[in-house]
């Protein structure tokens, strides 16, 4: 057991450190005035507050929170010369690299613990939240936890696979620009460029269409652009599988919609956030323990 | 039993051979140096005896026990003070000496202050590290690599950068380790702290190790000088040992087994020389450093 005794360690300094310290305060800033605005727009509900959390701030602050407890956790003890030290005593590198990762799914669980505590206090100033409220903001913390942690991951890896923090940081923010921007931006664009151009509309003009609905040309082309539509579509969501802020984003939608948007599957974003932690960390385990310090 | 033995250690980086066929016995309760120029393999050396790299090939017992078949067992015999210290400067001296006493499964506040005592650092005990000076981390170090009472310990350039008294603690530490019945393997590539602590040295250059013995064994290189008036013929003094003339101080220098000034003054008299100058030289350790490392590039 003594991973424990590293994820005691690491536990320790990740809350106690300005870093973390400073980024909770931010998310709970965030937190706190977009409960704020949310409730003075009159909606007495926490589905609006978490629908627009998925979406923007939660979605945004979380990721960054995420890559900055994990893009020096391994560089920096290769910097400061700790690891060596480290593996001098009696361990072995998977015992720090599981330490490090049971400490900061810990830090993750209380710095969302704390934002749900504010988010709680802040709801309670309004109203008597229902036992629904507490529902939602109980799932919207469950996903709230792979999220972050799933951004963890991504810098966890990124730091076992390069020499410094700076690069480490660097090459953790360009990714996270491409999973929580530019994937979700251009995932219609590539899934377009994928399946091809739509078909064509053989009477030019959508306005004539409604006339000659029993038409089989017009019944044809409807069909040949629903199956396109399908495919766009079915690209379009497995990319976004790929950025953990669209499929979080997707998830917290799912929980707080109603009537349509309830038929959403949202399977594979909630494996999304079990698969890709899983795999990012076998590979930094791989990487880790077979590195030459 | 050897405290340290090594069988035909190669590591290789890629294409890079950082250790070439290094084979190496170390005597228990011994402190051995381990000389070369910085990049010569030397801590490569130590990384691969403590496994934390693994060898290409070759093999090492540490106190009769396999590093690569039991890492963890050696580590627990062993103790290491790495060059760049290798401390959390974001803890103070307990907290670092605590977690990492925490490995051994016997955490003793005890020990602790007993190996802040030994160093110097008792008064600074809840001061964090990255406030301490450049000597003060490296004392912490050495704290840290006697955690666990190891049977042998590494000290990796441990003097770098200490102050004159820093380096007086650190030798008179050094040799109480010894009294305690433990092994000393010192790195350096300082000769002169070498000189002053080890018994038996290894000179490694380029990932060979190419001398390796008591230090005295070392020195076992003798010299005659000698000046006469006049010159003597150089022929005559081949017959003690190799003979080289030196311009500049006019003086021959012949290479004996043993100490043969009475016989070479009695035989230069004899064969009408007048001594002027006669004395016996051994080489420092310096030079033997030196001329090895010329021989081998």
């Known amino acids: 057991m003594r991973f424990l005794i590293v994820a005691k360690k690491e536990f320790i300094d990740i809350i106690s450190s300005r870093r973390f310290i400073a980024l909770l305060a931010t998310m709970v800033v965030f937190f706190l005035m977009s409960v704020l605005q949310t409730l003075n727009t009159g909606r007495i509900s926490t589905a609006p507050i978490i629908g627009f959390f998925g979406s923007s701030s939660l979605a945004f602050v979380g990721g960054i929170f995420g890559i900055a407890l994990g893009f020096d956790l391994i560089t920096r003890e290769k910097e400061s010369g700790t690891l060596r030290t480290l593996l001098t005593h009696p361990i072995f590198r998977d015992e720090i690299v599981i330490g490090k990762a049971i400490a900061a799914f810990f830090a993750i ?78 995932s219609n664009y590539i899934a377009q460029a994928i399946v091809g151009p739509a078909p064509e509309n053989p009477f030019g003009d959508f306005r004539n269409l409604g006339n000659l609905s029993d038409d089989p040309r017009v019944r044809s082309y409807v069909q040949e652009m629903r199956s396109y539509m399908e495919r766009v579509q079915s690209i379009t969501s497995s990319l976004s599988i790929f950025s953990p802020v669209s499929s979080y984003s997707t998830i917290l939608n799912s929980i707080t919609a109603s009537g349509y948007f309830r038929t959403v599957d949202i399977t594979k974003n909630l494996l999304s956030f079990v698969i890709i932690p899983v795999v990012l960390f076998a590979l930094a385990y791989f990487r880790f323990t077979r590195e030459e310090i | 039993m050897y405290a340290v033995e090594i069988e035909n250690l190669t590591k290789l980086y890629g294409e890079f051979k950082a250790v070439d066929s290094l084979s190496l016995a170390i005597e228990e309760k011994e402190i051995f140096g381990f000389l070369g120029p910085n990049g010569s393999g030397k801590s490569t050396t130590i990384n691969c005896i403590l496994g934390i790299a693994k060898p290409t090939s070759g093999r090492i017992e540490v106190c009769g026990i396999d590093v690569e078949k039991n890492p963890l067992k050696v580590r627990k015999i ?63 170090a050495l704290a840290q690599a006697l955690i666990n009472d190891p049977q042998v310990v590494f000290l990796d350039e441990p003097t770098n950068g200490l102050d004159p008294a820093g380096i007086a603690d650190f030798r008179r530490i050094i040799k109480d380790l010894q009294k305690e019945g433990k092994t000393v393997f010192f790195s350096s590539h300082i000769l002169s702290e070498v000189k002053e602590v080890c018994s038996s040295i290894g000179i490694i250059y380029r990932g060979k190790l190419i001398k390796s013995g008591k230090i005295s064994d070392l ?79």
């Open chain 1, 109 to 186: 669980c209380i710095a969302v613990a704390v934002n749900f505590l504010f988010m709680l206090g802040a709801l309670t100033m309004r109203y008597t939240p229902s036992f629904e409220d507490f529902a939602n903001l109980g799932k919207m913390m469950l996903v709230t936890i792979p999220y972050l942690y799933t951004f963890f991951s991504i810098a966890f890896l990124i730091s076992a696979l390069v020499k410094n923090s700076s690069t480490s940081l660097t090459v953790a923010i360009g990714v996270f620009i491409v999973l929580a921007l530019l994937l979700p931006l251009f």
């Open chain 2, 78 to 140: 062993c103790g290491y003070l790495p060059e760049n210290y290798g401390l959390y400067g974001n803890l103070t001296a307990m907290q670092n000496l605590r977690y990492f006493s925490e490995f051994y499964g016997n955490f003793s506040k005890d020990r602790i202050f007993e190996l802040l005592e030994l160093v110097g650092l008792r008064d600074v005990a809840d001061k964090r590290v990255s406030e301490f000076s450049r000597g003060m981390r490296q004392r912490l």
């Open chain 2, 219 to 297: 020195n076992s290189e003798l010299f005659v000088e000698v000046q006469t008036e006049p010159k003597a013929d150089i022929d005559l003094l081949k017959k003690f040992g190799e003979v080289k003339y030196d311009e500049k101080t006019q003086n021959f220098l012949i290479k004996v087994e043993n100490d043969r000034r009475l016989e070479i003054s009695k035989y230069l008299f004899e064969n009408g020389y007048v001594v002027k100058e006669l004395h016996l030289r051994e080489p420092s350790l310096e030079e033997v450093y030196f001329n090895l490392l010329r021989e081998v590039i």
